[in-house]
């Protein structure tokens, strides 16, 4: 087996977006363009000689194939071990558990999370560094310098290596170590939760749940801890095996794409508690029966309720949520005296909060929870963390969310997506709200009068870096916002994302619809930014 170094020529497309680099299967299937990638991410780092790399990815086509490219590519530039999950499989947040627990160096995750996949849709990859966590800024801004630069990389010459046996095998120097893809994730959450009261509520016969796993990576883990560890009946996952295209459908948590589980959560038999998660499972969704939580109102219950659970009940240091997350998070925080820290959007930016110990749990309003256990979202730990509080309180999610909305008031709250629009039109839209920025303060549109526009920047309480340009922020006097944001995931065009909220105290106003309630700004967001003008559409391409 010899390293062998071979010559090739840089793309110009390799900058790493909110999540990784994501492309059409097709980009990544021309000649080097994934070897280019994964050398500019060895080529960024120090340090890793002899070290250990995690390896693993959701299971979607092309996956196998990567994952045989990046061995011998670790191997040819001087790793000394890689952890690979069992056939190549690994949640986002289990590679980010295995990288903690094992001290690893880093690890590369291959996933295009809620994208779609199959020949013809879309593939992914990520560098984690050693907390666990996304690469932050200053890496992948290496990465993307080194990959318009590259002029070589490194490969061992060798046969495939079998990843479907466990167990260790040699790749040159280095260890190749297949290892089972749950049993680490699945003991850290034997860690942090009552298994035995989850048990008992999942086997008592009075309670029912369902689970979606939506033909993506957290099948086998859903599986293992639902069904076979906590007793639930079989059935109670639904489709748990892991398809390299998803089945054809996206597998993102929301009630577009979640339409089996909606239909059931929404229909006359419902269970009491329904959940999914997406294609590398960081993210979940959670319903009760005919009853739908926002991922913002998630994560603000999971944060009044941490005390319950047992790694939470000493409390939380702090909360943090993305900037377009609504606010509910806030009220519990202030209520507590902790501190809520507001980020730019992408997880990578709650990395150094959850390492300085300044905040315990996070969220996302794109369906995103997690907290210091890992480095990462976490779909399943989202939805042990809501089994654990039902199985305490004995009460419905429905009941649960309504009493959090009567103590602390309910902030509405909706995303309008509008994908695939032309890119040149809304980079277009994008300019014409800014041109009316410098005169939006203080204008009133109907009841509302605009307190303040700006487009978000961050500056990092812990190493200082500042972000900018991490989305148009439009609040009014009333502590309402509207958020533009252009998508950094997507890979067809640009997507369009717009967040609107609203916060109601009045418990007689809770029932309402948030279409309705959010209906004064949907419409002053459409008067500012033309959104049916530039994008050409009528509608918004998915809502939640
Ligand atoms: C989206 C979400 C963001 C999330 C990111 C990665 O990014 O809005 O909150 O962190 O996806 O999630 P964007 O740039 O498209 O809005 V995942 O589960 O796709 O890794
Ligand atoms: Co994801």
């Keep these: 087996m010899s390293i062998q170094t071979l010559a090739t020529s ?20 021309q000649p080097h363009y994934l070897e280019n990638f994964v050398q500019a991410i060895f080529n960024s780092l120090e340090g890793f000689q002899g070290k250990t790399l995690v390896l693993g990815g959701d299971g979607r086509y092309y996956n196998r194939e990567a994952v045989q490219i990046i061995l011998k590519m670790a191997a040819a530039n001087g790793f000394g071990r890689v952890k690979v999950g069992q056939g190549g499989i690994l949640s986002t947040p289990a590679a980010s558990c295995i990288i903690r627990k094992y001290g690893a160096f880093g690890g590369i995750i291959l996933s295009a999370s809620h994208n779609p996949g199959g020949p013809n849709a879309d593939f992914g990859i990520k560098y984690n560094i050693g907390n666990g966590g996304p690469a932050p800024e200053k890496v992948t801004d290496a990465i993307f310098a080194n990959s318009k630069t590259i002029t070589e990389y490194k490969q061992l010459a060798a046969p495939d290596v079998d990843i479907d046996r466990l167990g260790e095998s040699r790749l040159g120097d280095m260890v190749v170590e297949v290892i089972d893809s749950v049993s680490d994730y699945q003991a850290l959450m034997e860690s942090l939760f009552d298994f035995d009261r989850i048990q008992h509520l999942l086997t008592n016969g009075s309670f029912r749940m369902c689970m979606d796993s939506l033909h993506a990576v957290t099948g086998p883990y859903a599986h293992a801890i639902f069904e076979k560890r906590l007793g639930a009946p079989a ?21 577009v794409y979640a339409h089996d589980l909606v239909e059931l959560m ?40 941490a005390k319950l659970v047992p790694g939470y009940k000493d409390g939380l240091a702090g909360i943090a949520r993305s900037m377009p997350t609504s606010a509910a998070a806030d009220r519990v925080a202030a209520r507590l005296g902790i501190d809520c820290y507001e980020t730019p959007t992408g997880w990578k930016f709650f ?10 749990l996070c969220g996302e309003e794109s369906f995103g929870t997690g907290s210091n256990h890992v480095r990462e979202k976490d779909g399943l730990w989202a939805v042990l963390f809501w089994l654990n509080i039902l199985a305490v309180r004995q009460e419905s999610v429905e009941q649960i969310v309504r009493e959090h909305w009567q103590t602390y008031g309910r902030n509405f709250y909706s995303r309008h997506d509008y ?114 003008h530039y994008t050409g559409m009528e509608k918004p391409t998915v809502i939640t």
């Design 235 to 255: 059935g109670t996952v639904i489709h748990g095996v892991p398809l390299e295209d998803f089945g054809g459908g996206h597998p993102d948590p929301n009630l």
């Design 351 to 360: 990395g150094n909060l959850l390492d300085a110990g300044k905040a315990t």
């Design 419 to 532: 994908e695939a629009v032309q890119s040149d039109r809304a980079h277009a839209l994008v300019d014409y709200i800014h041109a009316q920025m410098p005169s939006l303060k203080g204008k009133t549109f109907g009841a509302y009068t605009v307190d303040y526009a700006d487009d978000f920047s961050y500056t990092d309480p812990v190493d200082g870096s500042v972000s900018k340009n991490q989305g148009i922020r439009i609040g009014f006097t009333d502590g309402s916002r509207i958020v533009f944001r252009l998508s950094g995931t997507g890979t067809q065009g640009a997507t369009l994302r717009l967040y609107l909220e609203s916060y109601e105290p009045n418990i007689a106003k809770h029932h309402l619809d948030p279409q309705v309630a959010l209906g004064d700004l949907i419409a002053i967001a459409e008067e500012i930014a033309q959104i049916k």
């Design 266 to 305: 929404f229909g006359p038999d419902a269970p009491d508690f329904g959940a999914a998660s997406d294609g590398d499972g960081d993210r979940n969704m959670i319903l009760g029966q005919r009853f739908f939580v926002t991922p913002s109102d998630s994560l603000a219950v999971l944060a009044a309720n």
């Design 10 to 29: 840089p793309f110009a497309d390799q900058k790493p977006g909110t999540s990784g680099l994501r492309k059409s299967v097709s980009i990544f299937q």
